[in-house]
């Protein structure tokens, strides 16, 4: 990908119309590693009892590994560090920066003074903050790119940046995922070459707080049910089959998860791309993250559909359908 | 963005209290603090804005703002509640804050569920220090645009929820408020005419500064209101009052002399003109406007945001 064709209009071979085009992704993934071993002797500390039967099962059924963390830049810097390739191979002008920070509660200065600063084609961009859709909120932002891009297709593109340091290592593994650090950029332009997005879907979750231990145990155990929902749903909206659909693009979470969903939709296993083994879960970034490594290892060619989707703590869902 | 309208619908601010850096937390860095780890990248960081913040403390002569002793989605809970009204048919609901809360929570979800508000796209906006109500303007009127009759609720609430994060260097003491703002394609209070934003800061990282920094940041914020300004008035002409954020003094003395160049009515709020209300605070000063004078249908008001760290924006409405 790179600079997008100003002219071209959206409309894919089967003259759906497009919302918008994803016109460039880039990334930023710390070095360092921190393992699901790691993660328990930081909880033994803390006075839990994991044993060694609870790791190797984890390893095992869940498919986490180890997950990336960040040791020296500053969320600034990781920000910067996603971004810079990507703004210096595409001088758009942007209309908006979108924040997704699905997984950081304690950020609350601005973070993007030096882009802002060293980019011509972001002053004047309006910044938004999407949060709270907790992992889902990427595809919240793309929900509020099609409003926007309905709105005035004069205006610019659209900037997601999303970034995750867990700085409180109690964070970074649970019972059911190891969350890694990481940082992305996502450009959507109105017009032009790169994915075509159709469709986006999102369902709001139903635990807002952590009291609702009844809720939270609901959303651990059946998420995968709202995975099927969510991928049935988008199929309906955009009258296509699973069968037209090349590849599901889904968040790093448990394996044993995509495998029931890809039992309950009679789907092959081969059809969802995660890459939980290798990155864990990373809250605000997994689609622009999975999405960049799918197309460089040839995962998806010239006319494939794929959806695109997230899965947030507390049941919310985010779905997307595309067409490289 | 010209169909649109909003319409106070509540505005609470609570009852002022003195506050003091006595809230039991010790001048030493604990390593189990995870306020001062999130907040500050250095034990050594935290020390010296607690200093700073004890002096100012001292001069100020037991300063009160408006504290909430309930959480800041709780406020905004009640707030919707003593406006009274069903909520089942809102097209969008969007919760602006710049504070944080303590415990995990998701203001907007907690809020859709209780007042079974199950059609409507909810979102949470932040990080954008006091300006966040104009992201959701703006994002409002293009979800609401294409149909006539689309209902929104604009709620903004901010509970502080640190003692020592009341206090911004030299400017005025940050307090708490909520509010509850309908939001209408077809009819309402106000029209909204315009909602603008223009991001910026100075390169410094914020939990790294200290007054000298504060001090080029309100400059920098002063000198982009001044701009922000004069470009409404060349865009909208007429301008009858400026609702400016009490950000600070020397802010506040910037927007007024910019004021004075013309015929507009730099209003100065008469209760808490000293407290930085966050979100909501053109929005109070709004609804005192409303309760002391008669403004006439046609009027124009403008509504000068600023967050110190994030960037200035306005909003102007017409009667």
Aim: glycine share 8%; proline share 4%; aromatic share 10%.
């Amino acid at each position: 990908m790179g600079n997008a064709v100003a002219d071209q209009a959206l409309t894919g071979p089967t003259n759906k119309q497009a919302r918008f085009a994803i016109a460039d992704l880039s990334h930023y993934i710390p070095e360092s590693r921190f393992s699901v071993r790691d993660g328990a002797a930081h909880l033994r500390r803390q006075g839990m009892t994991i044993t060694e039967a609870q790791i190797e099962a984890f390893q095992r059924d869940y498919g986490f590994m180890q997950a990336p963390f960040e040791t020296e830049l500053s969320v600034e810097e990781m920000i910067a560090a996603a971004c810079t390739p990507l703004l210096d191979r595409n001088s758009l002008p942007i209309q908006v920066l979108m924040f997704v920070n699905g997984g950081n509660w304690g950020l609350q200065h601005n973070v993007f003074k030096a882009l802002l600063h060293k980019y011509e084609q972001l002053r004047g961009a309006d910044i938004y903050s999407i949060g709270k859709q907790t992992c889902a909120s990427f595809h919240m932002a793309l929900r509020m790119a099609t409003h926007l891009f309905d709105a005035s297709r004069d205006e610019g593109a659209i900037l997601i940046v999303a970034v995750d340091k867990l700085s409180v290592n109690s964070h970074k593994l649970t019972e059911f995922y190891l969350c890694g650090d990481s940082a992305s950029a996502c450009l959507l332009t109105p017009y032009g070459a790169g994915h075509k997005t159709y469709e986006v879907f999102n369902q709001d979750g139903y635990v807002y707080d952590q009291s609702n231990a009844e809720g939270v145990a609901l959303f651990n155990t059946t998420f995968f049910l709202g995975i099927r929902g969510a991928i049935q749903s988008i199929l309906k909206q955009a009258k296509l089959s699973l069968d037209d659909v090349k590849l599901i693009v889904g968040s790093n979470v448990s394996l044993k998860a995509w495998e029931t969903v890809a039992y309950l939709l009679r789907a092959p296993l081969e059809k969802f791309y995660v890459k939980t083994r290798e990155v864990g879960h990373l809250p605000s970034s997994d689609i622009q993250y999975n999405l960049a490594q799918a197309i460089a290892e040839g995962a998806l060619k010239q006319g494939d559909y794929y959806i695109t989707i997230n899965v947030g703590y507390g049941g919310f869902m985010g779905c997307a359908l595309h067409q490289y | 963005m010209s169909n649109l309208y909003l319409s106070i619908g509540q505005l609470d601010v609570p009852k002022s209290q003195p506050i003091s850096c006595g809230d039991g937390r010790g001048g030493d860095f604990q390593p189990q603090d995870e306020f001062s780890e999130v907040f500050f990248p250095t034990p050594e960081h935290y020390r010296e804005f607690r200093a700073g913040m004890r002096e100012q403390a001292a001069a100020s002569a037991a300063p009160e703002v408006p504290v909430f002793t309930e959480s800041g989605s709780q406020a905004a809970i009640g707030a919707i509640q003593a406006l009274g009204m069903n909520l089942t048919k809102m097209d969008c609901l969007f919760y602006c804050h710049e504070t944080l809360e303590q415990a995990y929570m998701l203001p907007s979800l907690k809020i859709k569920r209780q007042f079974e508000m199950n059609d409507c796209i909810s979102l949470m906006l932040s990080q954008s220090g006091s300006l966040a109500s104009l992201s959701a303007l703006r994002l409002a009127e293009s979800a609401m645009r294409k149909q006539p009759d689309k209902l929104g609720l604009l709620v903004v609430a901010d509970r502080v929820e640190f003692a020592e994060l009341r206090y911004q260097f030299t400017g005025y003491l940050r307090g708490d408020s909520a509010s509850v703002m309908l939001l209408s394609s077809s009819a309402g209070d106000y029209r909204i005419v315009e909602a603008r934003k223009f991001a910026d800061g100075i390169p410094l990282s914020y939990p790294l500064w200290k007054e000298r920094e504060y001090r080029l940041a309100e400059k920098l914020m002063s000198d982009h209101a001044q701009r922000l300004l004069q470009q409404a008035w060349s865009i909208h002409g007429r301008i009858d009052y400026v609702l400016c954020q009490r950000l600070s003094d020397a802010f506040c003395r910037a927007v007024e002399d910019k004021c004075r160049q013309t015929s507009t009515v730099f209003f100065v709020r008469r209760q808490w003109p000293d407290v930085n209300l966050l979100g909501n605070d053109p929005y109070a000063s709004l609804r005192q406007l409303e309760r002391e004078r008669e403004i006439p249908p046609g009027s124009k008001l403008l509504l000068l945001l600023a967050g110190i760290d994030f960037g200035v924006g306005y909003l102007v409405l017409e009667k």
